[in-house]
T-cell receptor, first 113, second 110 residues
Framework: DTAVSQTPKYLVTQMGNDKSIKCEQNLGHDTMYWYKQDSKKFLKIMFSYNNKELIINETVPNRFSPKSPDKAHLNLHINSLELGDSAVYFC????????????FGDGTRLSIL | GENVEQHPSTLSVQEGDSAVIKCTYS??????FPWYKQELGKGPQLIIDIRSNVGEKKDQRIAVTLNKTAKHFSLHITETQPEDSAVYFCAASTRNQFYFGTGTSLTVIP
Protein backbone atom coordinates (compact mmCIF):
# COMPACT_ATOMS: atom_id res chain seq x y z
CA ASP A 1 0.00 0.00 0.00
CA THR A 2 1.25 3.45 -0.86
CA ALA A 3 1.82 5.44 2.32
CA VAL A 4 1.57 8.93 0.82
CA SER A 5 -0.14 9.20 -2.54
CA GLN A 6 -0.55 12.23 -4.77
CA THR A 7 -2.72 12.78 -7.80
CA PRO A 8 -2.20 13.59 -10.55
CA LYS A 9 1.39 12.55 -11.21
CA TYR A 10 1.61 14.96 -14.16
CA LEU A 11 -0.32 18.17 -14.68
CA VAL A 12 0.02 20.24 -17.82
CA THR A 13 -2.05 23.41 -18.03
CA GLN A 14 -2.09 26.95 -19.31
CA MET A 15 -1.17 30.16 -17.60
CA GLY A 16 -4.03 31.73 -15.70
CA ASN A 17 -5.84 28.48 -14.95
CA ASP A 18 -6.75 27.22 -11.49
CA LYS A 19 -5.72 23.69 -10.52
CA SER A 20 -5.63 21.34 -7.52
CA ILE A 21 -3.32 18.56 -6.44
CA LYS A 22 -4.62 15.94 -4.05
CA CYS A 23 -2.69 14.18 -1.31
CA GLU A 24 -3.68 11.33 0.95
CA GLN A 25 -1.72 9.49 3.63
CA ASN A 26 -2.63 6.19 5.28
CA LEU A 27 0.04 6.30 7.99
CA GLY A 28 -2.17 7.77 10.68
CA HIS A 29 0.04 10.85 10.84
CA ASP A 30 -1.33 14.11 12.21
CA THR A 31 0.77 16.59 10.24
CA MET A 32 1.05 17.05 6.49
CA TYR A 33 3.26 19.22 4.32
CA TRP A 34 3.64 20.59 0.84
CA TYR A 35 7.06 21.14 -0.72
CA LYS A 36 8.11 22.66 -4.01
CA GLN A 37 11.16 21.26 -5.83
CA ASP A 38 12.54 23.45 -8.58
CA SER A 39 14.63 22.49 -11.60
CA LYS A 40 17.81 22.66 -9.50
CA LYS A 41 16.33 20.10 -7.09
CA PHE A 42 16.02 22.59 -4.22
CA LEU A 43 13.32 21.44 -1.79
CA LYS A 44 11.39 24.29 -0.19
CA ILE A 45 8.68 23.96 2.40
CA MET A 46 5.45 25.67 1.42
CA PHE A 47 3.06 24.68 4.19
CA SER A 48 2.85 22.48 7.22
CA TYR A 49 -0.57 21.70 8.65
CA ASN A 50 -2.18 19.75 11.43
CA ASN A 51 -5.62 20.07 12.92
CA LYS A 52 -4.42 22.85 15.16
CA GLU A 53 -2.02 24.94 13.19
CA LEU A 54 -1.23 26.05 9.66
CA ILE A 55 2.29 27.31 9.15
CA ILE A 56 2.87 29.11 5.91
CA ASN A 57 6.23 29.90 4.41
CA GLU A 58 6.02 33.64 3.96
CA THR A 59 7.57 33.45 0.51
CA VAL A 60 4.62 31.43 -0.85
CA PRO A 61 2.23 33.58 -2.92
CA ASN A 62 -1.33 33.70 -1.64
CA ARG A 63 -2.43 32.11 -4.93
CA PHE A 64 -1.45 28.86 -3.21
CA SER A 65 -3.75 27.51 -0.52
CA PRO A 66 -3.85 24.19 1.34
CA LYS A 67 -7.19 22.61 2.14
CA SER A 68 -7.61 19.70 4.52
CA PRO A 69 -11.00 17.94 4.59
CA ASP A 70 -9.67 15.55 7.25
CA LYS A 71 -6.47 14.38 8.93
CA ALA A 72 -5.56 12.03 6.10
CA HIS A 73 -5.84 14.54 3.27
CA LEU A 74 -4.16 17.81 2.39
CA ASN A 75 -4.92 19.21 -1.04
CA LEU A 76 -3.10 22.08 -2.71
CA HIS A 77 -5.09 24.64 -4.67
CA ILE A 78 -3.35 27.03 -7.01
CA ASN A 79 -5.10 30.00 -8.58
CA SER A 80 -4.04 32.01 -11.62
CA LEU A 81 -1.13 29.77 -12.52
CA GLU A 82 2.08 31.45 -13.67
CA LEU A 83 5.05 30.16 -15.66
CA GLY A 84 7.21 30.24 -12.51
CA ASP A 85 4.90 27.75 -10.84
CA SER A 86 6.31 24.97 -13.03
CA ALA A 87 8.00 22.55 -10.63
CA VAL A 88 7.53 19.24 -8.88
CA TYR A 89 5.29 19.45 -5.83
CA PHE A 90 5.69 16.93 -3.04
CA CYS A 91 3.30 16.08 -0.27
CA UNK A 92 4.67 14.62 2.97
CA UNK A 93 3.39 13.57 6.38
CA UNK A 94 4.74 12.90 9.86
CA UNK A 95 3.79 12.64 13.50
CA UNK A 96 4.14 16.04 15.08
CA UNK A 97 4.34 15.26 18.76
CA UNK A 98 8.10 14.63 18.58
CA UNK A 99 10.77 14.82 15.94
CA UNK A 100 9.88 12.15 13.42
CA UNK A 101 10.84 11.52 9.81
CA UNK A 102 8.64 12.87 7.08
CA UNK A 103 7.30 10.43 4.50
CA PHE A 104 7.03 11.77 0.97
CA GLY A 105 4.77 11.04 -1.95
CA ASP A 106 6.23 10.60 -5.43
CA GLY A 107 5.43 14.11 -6.52
CA THR A 108 3.27 15.95 -9.04
CA ARG A 109 5.10 17.47 -11.99
CA LEU A 110 3.32 20.72 -12.89
CA SER A 111 4.08 22.24 -16.28
CA ILE A 112 2.66 25.61 -17.26
CA LEU A 113 2.36 26.33 -20.98
CA GLY B 1 15.50 30.57 10.65
CA GLU B 2 17.67 27.52 10.08
CA ASN B 3 20.19 27.46 7.22
CA VAL B 4 21.54 24.11 6.01
CA GLU B 5 24.51 23.95 3.66
CA GLN B 6 25.43 20.74 1.85
CA HIS B 7 28.61 19.77 0.00
CA PRO B 8 29.54 18.64 -2.55
CA SER B 9 26.75 19.31 -5.04
CA THR B 10 27.98 16.49 -7.28
CA LEU B 11 30.07 13.45 -6.43
CA SER B 12 31.36 10.64 -8.64
CA VAL B 13 32.97 7.54 -7.17
CA GLN B 14 34.09 4.19 -8.49
CA GLU B 15 32.02 1.20 -7.49
CA GLY B 16 33.32 -0.18 -4.22
CA ASP B 17 34.76 3.14 -3.02
CA SER B 18 33.33 5.22 -0.19
CA ALA B 19 31.28 8.41 -0.54
CA VAL B 20 31.02 11.19 2.02
CA ILE B 21 28.52 14.05 2.00
CA LYS B 22 28.76 16.87 4.52
CA CYS B 23 26.21 19.31 5.91
CA THR B 24 26.36 22.24 8.29
CA TYR B 25 23.49 23.93 10.08
CA SER B 26 23.08 27.22 11.89
CA UNK B 27 20.35 26.81 14.52
CA UNK B 28 21.64 25.23 17.74
CA UNK B 29 18.02 24.29 18.59
CA UNK B 30 17.94 21.77 15.72
CA UNK B 31 17.80 18.32 17.25
CA UNK B 32 16.94 15.86 14.49
CA PHE B 33 18.94 15.20 11.34
CA PRO B 34 17.54 12.87 8.67
CA TRP B 35 19.10 11.91 5.36
CA TYR B 36 17.00 11.27 2.29
CA LYS B 37 17.71 9.55 -1.01
CA GLN B 38 15.80 10.67 -4.09
CA GLU B 39 15.77 8.49 -7.18
CA LEU B 40 14.64 9.77 -10.55
CA GLY B 41 10.89 10.33 -10.69
CA LYS B 42 10.41 9.47 -7.02
CA GLY B 43 9.97 11.34 -3.79
CA PRO B 44 12.73 11.57 -1.17
CA GLN B 45 13.01 8.41 0.93
CA LEU B 46 14.49 8.34 4.42
CA ILE B 47 17.68 6.28 4.56
CA ILE B 48 19.04 7.10 8.01
CA ASP B 49 18.57 9.67 10.74
CA ILE B 50 20.29 10.80 13.90
CA ARG B 51 19.18 12.73 16.96
CA SER B 52 21.15 15.33 18.83
CA ASN B 53 21.90 13.07 21.79
CA VAL B 54 23.82 10.61 19.57
CA GLY B 55 27.19 11.13 17.86
CA GLU B 56 27.11 8.32 15.34
CA LYS B 57 24.69 5.83 13.86
CA LYS B 58 25.27 3.00 11.42
CA ASP B 59 22.99 0.87 9.28
CA GLN B 60 24.83 -1.66 7.13
CA ARG B 61 26.81 0.34 4.52
CA ILE B 62 25.44 3.69 5.63
CA ALA B 63 26.58 5.74 8.62
CA VAL B 64 25.90 9.24 9.87
CA THR B 65 28.02 11.28 12.26
CA LEU B 66 27.00 14.41 14.16
CA ASN B 67 29.17 17.07 15.75
CA LYS B 68 26.83 19.34 17.71
CA THR B 69 29.56 21.68 18.82
CA ALA B 70 30.67 22.38 15.28
CA LYS B 71 27.10 22.12 13.95
CA HIS B 72 27.90 19.68 11.20
CA PHE B 73 26.87 16.17 10.25
CA SER B 74 27.97 13.79 7.54
CA LEU B 75 26.70 10.81 5.57
CA HIS B 76 29.11 7.99 4.82
CA ILE B 77 28.38 5.27 2.28
CA THR B 78 30.88 2.42 2.09
CA GLU B 79 31.30 -0.16 -0.67
CA THR B 80 29.22 1.90 -3.05
CA GLN B 81 27.10 0.16 -5.66
CA PRO B 82 25.55 1.49 -8.88
CA GLU B 83 22.11 1.47 -7.21
CA ASP B 84 23.41 4.04 -4.72
CA SER B 85 23.37 6.58 -7.58
CA ALA B 86 20.76 9.20 -6.68
CA VAL B 87 20.37 12.66 -5.19
CA TYR B 88 20.93 12.77 -1.43
CA PHE B 89 19.52 15.44 0.87
CA CYS B 90 20.40 16.23 4.43
CA ALA B 91 17.96 18.05 6.67
CA ALA B 92 17.90 19.68 10.07
CA SER B 93 14.71 19.78 12.08
CA THR B 94 13.51 21.91 14.90
CA ARG B 95 9.91 21.97 16.16
CA ASN B 96 9.15 19.50 13.34
CA GLN B 97 10.02 22.00 10.62
CA PHE B 98 12.49 20.47 8.19
CA TYR B 99 15.16 22.56 6.50
CA PHE B 100 16.75 20.72 3.62
CA GLY B 101 20.23 21.01 2.19
CA THR B 102 20.67 21.74 -1.50
CA GLY B 103 21.28 18.11 -2.46
CA THR B 104 24.21 16.01 -3.67
CA SER B 105 23.99 14.13 -6.94
CA LEU B 106 25.96 10.91 -6.40
CA THR B 107 27.07 8.83 -9.37
CA VAL B 108 28.62 5.42 -8.79
CA ILE B 109 30.65 4.34 -11.80
CA PRO B 110 30.61 0.58 -12.42
Amino acid sequence: DTAVSQTPKYLVTQMGNDKSIKCEQNLGHDTMYWYKQDSKKFLKIMFSYNNKELIINETVPNRFSPKSPDKAHLNLHINSLELGDSAVYFCASSQAYREQPQHFGDGTRLSIL
Amino acid sequence: GENVEQHPSTLSVQEGDSAVIKCTYSDSASNYFPWYKQELGKGPQLIIDIRSNVGEKKDQRIAVTLNKTAKHFSLHITETQPEDSAVYFCAASTRNQFYFGTGTSLTVIP
